[in-house]
């Protein structure tokens, strides 16, 4: 049973996500990207090159991922099929992220998506392990047979292994998954909302831990699942919606 003060938490939580949850949210938001384009494929190539990029001053990647999509001639499923390591000669680079990350990263990709696409590279995952970190480790390890010892590549495609947050993966899986959302765009339909984890980061992790949400003090796997639970006492069928409220709490309490 939920006790009052939860109870008075949940009604400010669904506030503050009924608030933020909207269309002016995407301007700003590396979500924005997925909106661009109306190609199945170009959405799942937009949105999981957004979420990787998305770290650092978000005025920053969103600068140069405008950058990127347009070396792509906002066409990046075409790119990618057409991709050329020869005729590759684009200085492009994103702090540890250099030219020669992205070739292999690219490569990764077009072999992908010649006879699948990313939706089945998850989706196998998935059906492997119910399990979100084990699903990752499967779709990581995938790209970790293009490259393996690049500093900036690993960056890119965190470890699972490592039992941190993933929370850029886990937010390009809020915007494939959650659908009647004005932000995600709902796409995959093999797993449902309650099965997502909340996209942790710093911010996240600190506005949690105030409002009494998470007491582990490591932003790491551990405490993604200790906070998703605690979530999924205030709505179980979609606890990710949390990352709406907890992003507007701290804007409202800055």
Known sequence: MITKEKQNLKNELDNLCALYENKDFIKDDPVQFIHIFKNREDIEIAGFIASLFAFGKREVFIKKLNTLFNLMQMHPYEFILDFNPEKYTEDFNYRFIKPCDLIPFFLALKKLYKNNTLESLFL??????????????????????????????????????????????????????????????????????DKLLIPLDVHVGNISRGLGLLNRAQNDARAVFELTE????????????????LFGYGVNNK
């Open 230 to 245: 605690k979530l999924k006492e205030f709505d179980p069928k979609d606890p990710v919606k949390y990352d709406f409220a």
């Open 124 to 193: 196998k995952g998935f059906s492997c392990s119910e399990n979100i970190m084990d699903a990752l480790q499967y779709v990581c390890n995938y790209f970790y047979e293009f490259e393996k010892d690049s500093p900036g590549y690993k960056f890119m495609l965190s470890n699972p292994k490592n039992k941190g947050a993933m929370k850029r993966m886990n937010m390009f899986l809020r915007w494939m998954v959650r659908k009647n959302s004005p932000v995600d765009i709902g796409i995959w339909d093999f797993i449902g909302p």
